[in-house]
């Protein structure tokens, strides 16, 4: 079973939730979102593993059962090109769950006419492997998101 935590901060709102058709649709794979808090913040590690993939804006973790955790740092962000974002690892890291990943601001993600939500997915898992899954509510960094069997 590998439990997956929140990488920031801010209110969970469910994938269906997510101003983005291919996370709505979990096209990428099921898991949950999150509303983060509109202040310069750092998100960290939702599971421990290593950073198979790392962007700006994305990234994931792959834990020891093989359980790869896509979090992505709100919706076109890649469009930024980095610019507002600071990495704090680097691909092929070791993480705890709950390390510092990326440094960001959701209000200035906001500002520039993006949204700062950010889905939490397990890539390549089915619906039926998540449960507790936490689609509304506060959520600090770190706290449950949903468990993967």
């Not at 090109?81 to 209000?107: H, I, Q, Y």
């Not at 939500?117 to 089915?126: I, K």
């Amino acid at each position: 079973m590998t439990t997956v935590t929140s990488p920031v901060a801010g209110r969970s709102i469910g994938l269906a939730a997510v101003p983005d058709p291919v996370f709505s649709g979990a096209m990428v794979g099921p898991g949950t979102a999150v509303d983060p808090v509109r202040e310069p913040s750092v998100a960290v590690a939702p599971v421990d593993g290593i950073i198979v993939s790392l962007h700006p804006h994305a990234f994931v973790v792959v834990d020891d059962e093989g359980h790869g955790v896509l979090t992505h740092l709100g919706i076109d962000t890649v469009q930024f090109n980095g610019e507002g974002f600071e990495l704090l690892v680097s691909k092929g890291d070791t993480v705890r769950r709950g390390d510092p990943v990326v440094r960001w601001d959701p209000a200035q993600v906001e500002a520039a006419g993006k949204s700062p939500v950010c889905p939490v997915v397990a890539l390549e898992a089915t619906a039926e492997a998540l449960s507790d899954i936490s689609e509304s509510g506060d959520v600090a960094a770190g706290a449950l998101l949903f468990s993967w069997t």
